[in-house]
């Protein structure tokens, strides 16, 4: 019976001019965002790529200078791009593309291409996410509005109903036709999509993240089906249901999502760029609990270097004070910029996590947290590569204090290092995380989508159970 009802439905389906439009079109828009976006991502892991290797190229060759000279040099790190961001580009637009390593600072990220978008762009452009986050929910409701209401005012609901025909069997049925006609785009697109991936040189195709992609909308997909599918059986006429739909798609569609970012924001609130920078000056300068400032700190490196190596001068030291307080002063920042970056992407977690929580009244929500995760492009993704490039400048300046401190003595600033030294820091190598790191970032959205699924499920049977004839 389901199967017959199915086929039913997906006949119907298919006969509507409506549905072969609206679908046409949301397809047409599907491989024109994901192609585009493929053409920009691959440009943009090659240009990546380019200037990784040019970075490299650019430290071996500088001039023979101080070391803490080349500190200040300095190297750039390039955040990789991830493939599938060419499905959703997530935070990238906003959180930069490379930083500057050097001495003393930990650097914001630069080359944001939010900043350089334009007032028209700057409303967000049309990704493969995007159309299928919006879109094709909006070509559900307009394949689905209709599918029980028509059946009640063409009169062959009461004639089903008179012949016996269980109503979840009825329900599922059309489900399963709704579905089935929604993957007559999806399969071409899917199928499209892993060949274009795939034609990238520059980075592997990741089988088991595109994999967890397309179950992740699959599922979304099923939630929205089963909804449009419960209000058409409780709504009293199609345009009622539709009028219904509509207003839940945009509620969930664009006021949801707006309104818990702003509310997250508010709940938990970050400082600005300016007090964050001099918050971090701040305990720099005066120590991190105020009562330890950095002269005081200097004063008391000097006393204990001069007690270890029983001299009475720093100039007498066997090692170069000035190289020496430098590293101190490097780990003391260390220490502060752990305390501040680590405040600050707490508040990041925890406005995560109350958006995910959101994900309750909203399963667009639950597949925005889920798309870019999978996708690589997310805020979690960032950190793990700002952390990592963080690392790399802690022992790159490290390694070039100690040369200066162990190769020159006090007040030797005419002492140069060359290319030896330069070779011998190894380059900055990145290892992206796994898809199992990702999800458990967002296993909140997973659970919550899959409790979406089974809610709108359970509500189709329960519409069903009391469906009216009339």
Wanted: glycine letters at 6%; charged letters at 20%.
């Amino acid at each position: 019976m389901i199967l017959t009802v199915a086929k039913k439905e997906l006949t119907e389906t298919l006969r509507d001019g409506r549905f072969r439009w609206s679908a046409g079109i949301v397809l047409v828009l599907l491989l024109a965002s994901l192609f585009t976006s493929w053409r920009y991502v691959s440009t943009e892991i090659t240009e990546r790529e380019l200037a990784k290797q040019g970075e490299r190229e650019r430290w071996l060759n500088q001039d023979e200078k101080n070391p803490h000279s080349a500190a200040h040099y300095g190297n750039y790190a390039f955040k990789p791009k991830h493939l599938l961001s060419a499905l959703d580009e997530g935070t990238d637009a906003y959180t930069g593309v490379a930083v500057l390593l050097e001495a003393h600072h930990q650097n914001q990220f630069e080359y944001r291409k939010a900043a350089d978008a334009t007032p028209v762009q700057r409303f967000g452009d049309l990704t493969a996410a995007v159309t299928m986050q919006l879109l094709i929910p909006l070509l559900i409701i307009l394949t689905a509005f209709s599918a029980f209401t028509r059946e009640r005012e063409q009169g062959t609901l009461k004639l089903l109903m008179s012949l016996g025909v269980p109503m979840p069997q009825l329900a599922f049925g059309k489900l399963l036709g709704v579905f089935a006609a929604l993957l007559l785009i999806l399969i071409p697109a899917t199928l499209i999509g892993s060949l274009v991936l795939m034609q990238s040189a520059n980075l592997s195709f990741e089988p088991m993240r595109y994999s967890a992609m397309i179950g992740a909308y699959l599922a979304f997909f099923a939630v929205w089906c089963a909804l449009a599918l419960a209000v058409s059986a409780k709504a009293s006429s199609s345009q009622v249901s539709l009028v219904i739909l509509l207003g839940i798609w945009f509620a969930q569609s664009f006021l949801a999502p707006k309104l818990f970012i702003d509310l997250a924001e508010q709940r938990y609130p970050v400082p600005s760029l300016r007090t964050f920078n001099q918050q971090v000056r701040n305990d720099i300068r005066g120590g991190i609990d105020g009562h330890n400032p950095a002269d005081k700190r200097r004063k008391e490196l000097e006393a204990r270097l001069l007690k270890e190596y029983g001299v009475d001068s720093v100039h007498k030291l066997p090692v170069n004070f000035d190289a020496i307080a430098m590293q101190e002063g490097e780990e003391y920042a260390s220490k502060v910029f752990d305390k501040h970056f680590g405040n600050l992407y707490r508040r990041y977690d925890e406005q995560s996590r109350f958006y995910q929580w959101a994900g309750v009244l909203s399963p667009t929500i639950s597949i925005q947290m889920l798309s870019m995760a999978i996708a690589g492009s997310d805020f979690w993704h960032h950190r793990h590569f700002a952390e990592s490039a963080e690392a790399y400048r802690r022992v790159l300046v490290k390694a070039l204090n100690m040369d200066m401190a162990y190769h020159s003595k006090t007040g030797d600033w005419e002492y140069k290092a060359g290319k030896a030294l330069w070779e011998k820091i190894p380059a900055f190598e990145y290892t992206a995380p796994s898809l199992t790191w990702a999800i458990e970032n967002v296993v909140q959205s997973l659970w919550i989508l899959a409790a979406w699924l089974l809610a709108s499920l359970v509500g189709l049977i329960v519409s069903v159970a009391n469906i009216s004839v009339l």
